[in-house]
């Protein structure tokens, strides 16, 4: 059965979507599940692979992902890359989905295997055709120009090669890791780094194509904000969000 394409290229950018689990190990959060929602599925469940490269493929990450996807009545698959791909075609299973949910980790190490293995294109061909992005941290800046990253050590530094579906920067954990957003600014202030999009934990930013229309969050009084470069320096201004 094919994919039910969204009605624009559709990215949900968040610093949550999954929640703690009361029978398994973590559900999918109301982030996550507005993602869903937005790629219109009725009347059969709704395809969604979980991509953890960013986390090295974990199989007791993968393994979450199956039990949180079957509370929730999601037809589940998931594409890794260690040690070797576990699908014959990525492009055709990435392209059947609904929804594409890209976990959390390295996002240096997510971008480098998924240009080894032609992710990023079949990503950018996924998005157009209106299979829905979404994801947490790596999961969330990978759509963008870049942000900041613990991927090479606790004193962040920023990447700079994200896919750029949107030609934003973006910045994640804005309120939980006091170095997200000094960098952050200071990233887009010299130029570093475009101007931005940044989430609180539990917040994501949504685009339809590459235009930001809303913010949504998970947890009461997270924010999302938009940062830009005012000469030397960065302003930063709070987004609306709406309270899922």
């Known amino acids: 059965m094919c994919a039910v394409p969204a009605d624009a290229p559709t990215i ?9 689990g009361s ?16 790629a219109g599925v009725t009347g059969r469940a709704p395809k969604v692979c979980y991509l953890g490269t960013a986390s090295g493929d974990q199989a007791s990450a993968i393994r979450d992902f199956y039990d949180a996807a079957q509370l929730v009545g999601f037809e589940a698959s998931h594409l890794q890359l260690f040690t070797m791909p576990n699908v014959a075609d990525l492009r055709a299973h990435l392209l ?8 959390g980790g390295s996002v240096a190490g997510l971008l480098a295997m998924w240009e080894l293995h032609g992710v ?15 994801g947490v941290s790596a999961g969330s800046i990978c759509w963008h120009v870049g942000g900041t990253t613990d991927s090479f ?20 954990h804005y309120d939980s890791e006091e170095q997200r957003r000094p960098l952050f600014q200071s990233l887009v202030a010299d130029g570093s780094l475009p101007e931005g999009f940044a989430t609180d934990d539990g917040v994501g930013v949504l685009y339809r194509g590459t235009e930001l229309v809303g913010a949504y969050a998970e947890r009461p009084e997270a924010g999302a904000y938009h940062v830009v470069r005012d000469g030397d320096r960065a ?10």
């Open 12 to 20: 949900l950018a968040t610093s949550g979507g999954i929640v703690a």
């Open 23 to 38: 029978r398994t190990r973590w559900e999918v959060g109301p982030l996550t599940h507005h993602a869903v929602d937005l």
């Open 96 to 103: 059947a989905q609904d929804v594409i949910w890209v976990f």
């Open 120 to 134: 990023g294109e079949v990503m950018r061909e996924a998005w157009e055709a209106g299979v829905v992005l979404t």
């Open 153 to 172: 050590g606790p004193d962040l530094r920023p990447v700079t090669n994200g896919l750029a579906l949107v030609p934003y920067s973006n910045g994640v």
């Open 235 to 244: 302003v930063e201004t709070p987004l609306d969000v709406v309270r899922l």
